[in-house]
């Protein structure tokens, strides 16, 4: 890029808002993934729709590449501009622009990050329930269809999406879907958006549906002898017709080391949390009742468990802190974070493949388990290329083998980088439609390149 085409970008978004210097493009060069860091020529922080829909234009006229970018907090290289060009950082566009209590919905700009709009949405006893854990934005969520610990109950992203403003790769604004809470009119441009990890177009602004924070909480942490005990508990629970609103699962090795981490003295052995929520404690009473029942049928060792907001801080906190000590046990060592789901159904036998595939390595098995959604976190030395050859092996046969069970190769992180080889092998002919509607949207293949497809 040349210092005209810098000047041209600095009239766009101002002068302060266009950086190429290192450290700024070193930022925006990686995500939280291992996958290989690509610098960009230019980040740019833009204020407004218009804005961003003028250095599209630019960037489509002079055929730059173009990488939106939320928080950078993605596991698959989602937001890594492969091909260099600009960044379109979103984060100072960070206003929440309306809540609407009554309709339950809220109108955001793409760059607000969805712990801030839940810390709002609290006075007005409302919350959107995505959860990724991570201190991503609105725009990422929306770019990868995350998800989290409560889509077991509430959904992911895609189902709170409402209303958009996104930009054409060639600069042409356009929204996409209303404020009614139902329609039937048209194509689902909004699904087509949500999970398109930034290849169709950036997303400015959003209308999402909220939910009314629940009253009351039951959780319960539940320990099993062996691994299948526990997850054909998740299959008893969750056919048993009732609805919790988390249901994650923790391998021993996982309490082992949060153990040694936070000086915790659970016992080790496969462990599931699960938490309800409702209106009245009478009613969470009898649900935990019922839930005591499945976990002692499947040999439960023990169940701790409690009623009310602290109860559940308490015995959901360890989940929390997961992926953090399990970093901080292996210093020196990178994380490949596997991410796969499979029919409820198919879970057990999925958890089985997993727990053989990776017993030689370093690896760590939890995950969303009432959504059918496994991770496991491996850690070692990218750098040892024998080494890493046997992860990233692991990785393929843990995919393909949820693909055989019907399954998908990544539940909430994206293709990103990562996943694409799998892509022909999940979709089929289908592959081929998407490819028609990317080529439609972005003939010049400018936005966010090199992600999704083979
Ligand atoms: C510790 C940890 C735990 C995690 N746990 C979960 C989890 O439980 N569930 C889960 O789903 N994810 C999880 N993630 C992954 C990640 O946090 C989510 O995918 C998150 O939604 C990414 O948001 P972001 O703002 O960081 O987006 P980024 O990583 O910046 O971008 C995500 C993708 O969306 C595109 N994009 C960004 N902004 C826009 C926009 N405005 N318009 C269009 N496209 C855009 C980017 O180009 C990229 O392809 C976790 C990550 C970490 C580090």
Known sequence: MDRKDLQELKTIVGEEWVSTGDSVRELHSHDESFHPWVLPDVVVWP??????????????????????????TSLEGNPIPVKGGMVIDL?????????????????????????DLNKELRRYGLFFPPDPGA????????GNNASGIRTVKYGPTR?????LVVVLPGGEVIRVGNRARKSSSGYDLLRLFTGAEGTLGIVTEATLRLVGLPENFMALRATFPTVSDATDTVFQVMSSG????????LDAEVVKVLNRDRELELEESPTLLMEFDGYSEEGLK??????????????????????????????????HLTFESIKRAHPGLEPLIMDVAVPLSRYSEMVAFVKEEVSDLTAYLFGHAGDGNIHVVVMDRPGDEARWRRVQEA??????????????CTGEHGVGIGKREFAARE???????????KETLDPHGLMNPGKIFP
């Not at 995919?399 to 069970?405: R, T």
């Open 395 to 408: 990785n393929r046969r843990v995919v393909l083998k949820a693909l055989e069970l019907e399954g998908t």
């Open 135 to 142: 201190a991503a934005t609105i725009g990422g969520m929306i």
């Open 286 to 319: 009898a649900e935990m009742a019922f839930v005591e029942g499945i976990c002692r049928e499947n040999r439960s060792l023990l169940i701790d468990k409690g009623i009310g907001p602290d109860e559940r801080n308490r015995l959901w906190e360890i989940r």
């Open 91 to 115: 984060q100072e566009m960070d206003r929440i622009l309306e809540i609407r209590q009554g309709d339950f919905q809220v109108d955001v700009e793409a760059g607000v990050v969805y712990k």
């Open 47 to 72: 204020h407004s729709t218009e804005e961003v829909s003028r250095l599209v234009r630019w960037a489509y006229d002079h055929k730059v590449p173009v990488t939106p970018w939320g928080a950078g």
């Open 427 to 437: 979709h089929g002919e289908a592959l081929e439609v998407m490819k028609r509607i």
């Open 242 to 249: 009732l609805v919790p609103s988390a249901m994650e699962f």
């Open 159 to 163: 189902e709170y999406v409402l209303r």
